[in-house]
Each structure stands twice: as structure tokens, then as C-alpha cells.
């Protein structure tokens, strides 16, 4: 089924294994996250009632229980899973943002209008453009926003899509997943806002079309737990394959890289209560993923100057067009397979790539040649084509597809090293439709009172394609947005 994919085929970023667990923080721990001492709620705290219920505990529900608490509410966090982080935990490359103050401090020209017209370009026009302008007018602000809490995401790399460096990360070039979930996770212990892990929320209560709360079963206990309002944070469905299939049967087949709580639960409760589902075919997957792991290999690797080449050792695309655009042109290759190739300068650059040796993802060789032999291709022709790779960077132009960026600095450090990967469903571009101000609307275009959405559970900032680096950017912005929306909404 692969290798008869055509180009229609939504293919995308956000992240992960097919298990969370503890060792799942100690990894990201090693590529860029400081550790955190988990200090959940104990069953027995809580409450009768909130003003805010956050559902999901990922990037997005962990920004909206934040800005809520900030703007004076009485907020409370429901995660199903055991740990915080959700997909956000397995993100690599960065978070978007145009006119930032480490962009200028960089001296990088950008634009939120060139912003917003790279997005539209990566989603094939069909995002929902008042959503999109909110997301890149406001990304600036949220990287301050992160910033004032500890979380400083001051290196920036490029990703597929765009024309200028814009994915902020960790300011010694790792990973972002582990490093702004323990930073959202602190702020939230600091704020002593209640947060129940093993908490399942099975039904969003309403009543006359007002939501009124939650059904949860923690720990093997029903309880109903009213509310003001509710926030939908919980992710999309990439870890359902079910539900995957029967929104687009043409993916049947391929690995995942969601972790197993991104099942769409909190898609179906908000159907349950009017919400409108949009976009819901629109499922990306990402170019570059070890199929035995099942482990994304963060787009910065590209964006720091690595390429792509296929099993007769050759380069066949630009390896940072959009993420659909890629994925198509590895499906097409021998085997549906490819090698991301890179040395040693760039290792030193991406700080995810020691997790990758440690799982023994990475091969290696003293020379180019050595890296040939080892991987099974042909050292005469894997030589040549980094050459002629070399020259390009060299002169600045990339004559055979058209690159322009992660093209700074040329690949001849030895060692020489390779990780073998193939496409994987990644990122699910449909959810609940919502507003600028995060408001989940219903069938008629209608906010339903007191419910909010943000990040991967809602859809239509993304379109049929998502851009490297804007999943960050969703949960972030539009889950800051509903929180204060909803302590606007309950204050």
C-alpha cells in the first residue's frame, strides 16, 4: 500500500513511541529535560467542583490549566495516562515563531505576514485563515511567555516549509519534548494546580446546551465533577489506528508515532455535546521514522544540514520541502525507505542524536566509504553524491532540487553516520472546529457555552499538511488562549 500512495495523501510532526512510561522521561531527560519530582493529587483531594477543568495533560492542557490559574481561576488537570506530556513529550525540532527577540538577537529577517504565508503554502491553502493569523500574530509573545516561566527556547533551527530559521528549541540545541514538558510541569506544581493522573474523563456533562462538568472514573472510581468550563486538551488520534483507517483507509499499514493515550477520546465527547468535527482525513505522516522503534527522527536533523538518499546511495528530493512533499518522494524510492546521512559537526549540533545511538538507531564510519559499506550501499556512488552535496553548500546552490536552507554547512567531519527511516503516521490535522478565542463551535458555527479546545484536539490551523515546528506552536498559543478565555468566561 505505500508505494501506490499518491500526493493527495496527507502526510506530518508531534512525536513519540507507541509506549509512555517512566523510562520515557528519563530519555527525554537525557536529550535536553531537567528532572522533575512529580507531585500529583491524590485521589482523595478532590473537589466537588472547579472553575476549569482541563482534560489532558500535554503541552496544550498544561499551557491552558497555567494561564487559567494565572487569570484567577480554580483550575484542575485530568490525565489518563500516569505521566504528563502526552505527545508533547516525543516533539523534536522546535516551536514556530516570527519577530522574536531571539530571532532579532540572531539579526534573522522574518515576518508574522511571511509566517502566515508559509503556513497557508504548507497546508495547500485550506487552514482556516483567521486561526492561522492568530497563531503566528501571537507567537512571539508566546515564546516570552515561555520564557518568563524558565522555559527559554533561544536556539533557533529551520525546518520543511520554511524559507527562514523560525523552530525555537532549547538553547543547547536538544530536543524540545522533555524540556518544555518538565518546564510546563514545574510551573504547574508551583501553582499548586490539582492535578489527577490515572484520571479518565469519560463524558463532558451539559445541560440546555451550557457544559456543566465532567464524568471521570480515577483509579478505578466513577465521580462527576462540575465545572464552569471545560477544556478539550486531549491530542488527536494518531495512536488510534482504528480510527486512523477509517478516516483514511490508504494509511493502513503504517507504524505510528503517537504515544498509546492519543487515542481521540476527547474528539468523541465533544461530538457528544454538538461540537463540529473538521478536517477529520487530514492525517500527516512524517517523512523520517526508524521503522523498528517506531522513533521520529527530529526534523532539525535535516535542518542542520543533513540529506536524504536512497538505497542506490543517491540523493532523489530537497530534503526540506514540506513534510507530504518528502514523504512522497521517499515512498517512491526502493524499498519506500531512505538514509538520513550526517557527520560529526552536525551531531554536535543536535543533542537528540545521542538518544538515537543509545538506541542503537545510529550507524557509523570513519569515512564515507566505511558508512557505505556498513549500510549496504555503494561507496564509489554514496562519495560522489556527498561531493557534489559538498559543492553545493559551497556555492550556495542546490542545481539538482532546488534546497535553500539547512544548507549553511557542508558534511565532511568524519565520522560519518546514517539512520535508516521510512514515513509514519505522525500528526492529526482534524479536530473539534474552534474559534480565535478557542471556543469549541457546534454544527451551526455556534460557540457551546463553557467549552474551549486547544492543540491537537481541535482543527483547521494546520489545513491538509502541517509545517515542522507549528504543532508546538498550536498547543502553546491556543492552549494559553483557552485558559484565559475560560477564566475570562467563569470570572
Avoid: C
Avoid at 531571539?102 to 508559509?118: M, W
Avoid at 542506490?312 to 517512491?332: H, K, P, W
Avoid at 489545513?463 to 483557552?482: M, P
Amino acid at each position: 500500500m505505500k508505494s501506490v500512495l499518491i500526493m493527495g495523501l496527507v502526510l506530518s510532526s508531534i512525536v513519540g513511541s507507541l509506549n509512555v512510561s517512566a523510562q520515557d522521561s528519563e530519555t527525554d531527560a537525557e536529550t535536553g529535560a531537567s528532572e522533575v519530582t512529580a507531585d500529583f493529587t491524590h485521589p482523595d483531594d478532590l473537589a466537588e467542583s472547579y472553575d476549569v477543568i482541563v482534560i489532558g495533560a500535554g503541552g496544550g492542557g498544561m499551557a491552558a490549566a497555567i494561564a487559567a490559574k494565572d487569570a484567577g481561576s480554580n483550575v484542575a488537570i485530568f490525565e489518563k495516562m500516569p505521566i504528563l506530556g502526552g505527545n508533547t513529550l516525543k516533539s523534536s525540532a522546535g516551536m514556530n515563531a516570527s519577530e522574536s527577540k531571539f530571532q532579532e538577537a540572531e539579526g534573522i529577517e522574518d515576518s508574522n505576514e511571511l509566517f502566515f504565508e508559509e503556513t497557508m503554502a504548507g497546508g495547500h491553502d485550506t487552514n482556516d485563515e483567521e486561526l492561522v493569523h492568530y497563531l503566528v500574530d501571537n507567537s512571539a509573545s508566546a515564546i516570552e511567555w515561555l520564557d518568563s516561566m524558565g522555559i527559554n527556547l533561544s536556539s533557533i533551527t529551520t525546518t520543511g516549509g520554511m524559507s527562514v530559521p523560525r523552530a525555537h528549541r532549547p538553547e543547547d540545541g536538544s530536543a524540545i519534548g522533555g524540556y518544555l514538558v518538565d518546564g510546563l510541569q514545574r510551573n504547574v506544581f508551583e501553582r499548586e494546580i490539582p492535578t489527577f493522573v490515572n484520571a479518565n474523563v469519560t463524558e463532558i456533562l451539559e445541560e440546555d446546551g451550557v457544559v456543566t462538568g465532567v464524568q471521570v472514573n480515577i483509579e478505578g472510581n466513577e465521580h462527576q465533577v462540575n465545572a464552569k468550563a471545560v477544556i478539550i486538551a486531549t491530542g488527536g488520534f494518531g495512536g488510534n489506528l482504528e480510527m486512523v483507517t477509517d478516516n483514511n483507509p490508504d494509511l493502513e499499514g503504517f507504524v505510528t508515532t503517537n504515544h498509546e493515550g492519543a487515542t481521540g477520546d476527547g474528539l468523541v465527547m465533544a461530538q457528544e455535546v454538538g461540537a463540529q468535527l473538521v478536517d477529520m482525513d487530514q492525517i500527516q505522516i512524517h517523512p523520517t521514522v526508524e521503522q523498528e522503534t517506531s522513533y521520529l527522527i527530529t526534523e532539525a536533523v535535516r535542518g542542520e544540514g543533513a540529506i536524504l538518499v536512497n538505497k542506490e546511495g543517491e540523493r532523489f528530493f530537497n530534503e526540506l520541502d514540506t513534510r507530504d512533499a518528502v514523504s512522497q518522494a521517499i515512498l517512491s524510492q526502493t524499498d519506500s525507505s531512505a538514509y538520513v546521512i550526517f557527520d560529526q559537526a552536525l551531531r554536535g549540533r543536535v543533542k537528540a542524536i545521542d538518544q538515537y545511538e543509545s538506541m542503537g538507531l545510529v550507524k557509523v564510519g570513519d569515512t564515507i566509504e566505511e558508512l557505505a559499506t556498513t549500510i549496504e550501499l555503494d561507496p564509489e556512488v554514496l562519495s560522489q553524491t556527498l561531493s557534489i552535496w559538498n559543492d553545493s553548500v559551497a556555492n550556495g546552490t542546490d542545481d539538482n532540487f532546488g534546497r535553500t536552507t539547512g544548507m549553511e554547512i557542508a558534511l565532511e567531519e568524519a565520522p560519518f553516520y546514517a539512520i535508516k527511516i521510512a514515513p509514519g503516521i505522525h500528526h492529526t490535522m482534524g479536530g473539534v472546529k474552534i474559534n480565535t478565542n478557542a471556543q469549541v463551535l457546534n454544527e451551526a458555527d455556534e460557540a457551546i457555552t463553557g467549552l474551549y479546545a486547544a492543540g491537537e484536539a481541535s482543527g483547521g490551523v494546520h489545513g491538509s499538511n502541517r509545517i515542522g515546528g507549528n504543532a508546538i506552536a498550536d498547543i502553546i498559543i491556543f492552549g494559553r488562549q483557552a485558559g484565559e478565555q475560560s477564566a475570562l468566561f467563569v470570572n
